[in-house]
């Protein structure tokens, strides 16, 4: 994911396939995307996870927090508070909410979100996840 990785994860985008690639920068999206939603517009409703859980839980039969401790981090709170510190650290250096709206930095999230959902949609893939 082009915009916005968590210091740890540089290394893990190397070692995916890229079917696993998308699936994962799908949720770091909508993760991303909610949390300006929520910091910059007072929008608490975490749309784009909830979107991507409804599309996992239909496609896969397994919700995106599953999928998180799966293949992105062991424990799924701990990732998305983490996510949530890390993203209020960009933002500041972006200069605040305004200065990322001038920046058209949340036209980019939102347009990377929508083609990241169409290729997993359209994606063959299937992860195997084990209980």
Not at 76 to 94: G, M, P
Not at 101 to 109: F, G, I, L, T, V
Request: aromatic share 12%; with cysteine.
């Amino acid at each position: 994911m082009s915009l916005f990785l968590l210091p740890a994860q540089a290394q893990e985008q190397e070692a995916l396939n890229p079917q696993q690639e998308i699936h994962s920068n799908l949720i770091k999206s909508a993760l991303l995307n909610d949390a300006f939603a929520e910091r910059c517009r007072g929008m608490s409703v975490n749309k784009n996870f909830n979107q991507v859980n409804r599309l996992f839980i239909t496609k896969y039969g397994v919700s995106a927090n599953n999928y998180i401790e799966t293949f992105i981090a062991e424990d799924f709170r701990d990732y998305k508070r983490q996510f949530s510190r890390h993203f209020n650290i960009v933002l500041a250096k972006k200069g605040g909410c305004q200065a990322a709206k001038d920046q058209k930095w949340d036209k980019e999230m939102h347009d990377e979100f929508k083609e990241l959902y169409r290729q997993a949609e359209a994606s063959n893939w299937f992860p195997i996840i084990e209980y």
